[in-house]
Nanobody, 125 residues
């Protein structure tokens, strides 16, 4: 089992930045990839960013490409999501997710078997 704990959410104005963190614990050695997905009220879940733990390859949703950066510190079993140039459409609950086997790309992030409790991001104009 893998436990994921997110932190770093909050409220920010349009154009601002936030950095989310996700600390993993438990049986993390077998984890193939980690990432972030989000869900806004009344909207479907959306995969945002993915990172592969062994080779560091990253993938992003088109909606955040160029503004968000996912990174990892494997010594701390932690991933980060640096979010810049935030827009009101980025307002959502952000969830950290992990899986033991991952296809490349963010589309299936919402189905990963390990996920955290979420952290709220609110962007106001």
């Amino acid at each position: 089992q893998v436990q994921l704990v997110e932190s770093g959410g909050g409220s920010v104005q349009v154009g601002g930045s936030l950095r989310l963190s996700c600390a993993a614990s438990g049986s993390t050695y077998g984890t193939d990839c980690m990432g972030w997905f989000r869900q806004a009220p009344g909207k479907e879940r959306e995969g945002v960013a993915q990172i592969f733990r062994r080779d560091g390859d990253t993938f992003y949703a088109d909606t955040v490409k160029g503004r968000f950066t996912i990174s990892q510190d494997n010594t701390k079993n932690t991933i980060y999501l640096q979010m810049n140039s935030l827009k009101p459409d980025d307002t959502a609950m952000y969830y950290c997710a992990a899986a033991d086997f991952c296809l490349r790309g963010v589309r299936r992030l919402t189905t990963y078997n390990y996920r955290g409790q979420g952290t709220q991001v609110t962007v106001s104009s």
